[in-house]
């Protein structure tokens, strides 16, 4: 995961730089693991908070080890059935609706059990 060093190296430049972080957000699952290995580097696992996005099996094992607190998780199989449904009642006449809510799930230390 080369692109976790990355971002763990970016992380670690934060870290350095603001003293009084309390977590870290990262938007996709290479930004969160990174920025738990720099977390992790700087002796700060359990001191800052780290979340993610998919809950990809590599933050699943972080979290699980509590590297990380938890992560989002989208659905694409009902982003894709929704989808779907809005194009086939566009195309049959319909009006889709203008927002088409999905919900999102978590994936925490609780659910790595």
Do not use: W
């Amino acid at each position: 995961m080369n692109r976790c060093r990355r971002h763990s190296g970016r992380a670690l430049t934060l870290l350095a730089s603001l003293s009084s972080a309390a977590a870290f957000a990262g938007l996709s699952a290479p930004t969160a693991l990174g920025a738990a290995k720099a977390v992790d580097a700087a002796g700060l696992k359990g001191k800052i908070a780290v979340v993610g996005y998919d809950a990809t099996p590599e933050a699943r094992t972080a979290i699980a080890n509590g590297s990380m607190y938890g992560d989002a998780i989208q659905h694409p199989d009902q982003i894709g059935a929704k989808t779907i449904d809005a194009i086939h009642d566009y195309f049959s006449g319909k009006t889709p609706s203008a927002k088409i809510a999905i919900p999102v799930g978590t994936f925490t230390k609780a659910n790595a059990k």
